[in-house]
């Protein structure tokens, strides 16, 4: 089994930063791949950015790209999501997942989940 716990989360302004922090535990040696979903109240929950630390490539939604960067401590087994230049439409509860394999965009592909962190965005 794999804990995953974020951090990080919490009330930026628009055009703000924040950098979400995803710690590890447990059988890390299953998170070849670590990825960072999100949900908005109402909506389906969504992919924002994933990595697979063997093949070493990042997969980003379009929604984002240029403004959030994925990366990993390896030492710390820890996965960081910096976001940048943040809007309100980024508002929701960001979660972290891992799987085995190779990076997917689609939620039901990874089996264990963090407990999820909220970043609200103001304008």
């Known amino acids: 089994q794999v804990q995953l716990a974020e951090s990080g989360g919490g009330l930026v302004q628009a055009g703000g930063s924040l950098r979400l922090s995803c710690a590890a535990s447990g059988r890390t040696v299953i998170t070849d791949v670590m990825a960072w979903f999100r949900q908005a109240p109402g909506k389906e929950r969504e992919f924002v950015a994933g990595r697979s630390w063997r093949i070493g490539t990042s997969i980003y939604a379009d929604s984002v790209k240029g403004r959030f960067t994925i990366a990993r401590d390896n030492t710390k087994n820890t996965s960081y999501l910096q976001m940048n230049s943040l809007a309100p439409e980024d508002t929701a509860v960001y979660y972290c997942?891992?799987?085995?394999?190779?990076?997917?965009?689609?939620?039901?592909?990874?089996?264990?989940w963090g407990q999820g962190t909220q970043v609200t965005v103001s304008s």
């Open positions: 997942a891992a799987r085995q394999g190779v990076t997917t965009m689609s939620a039901h592909d990874y089996a264990y």
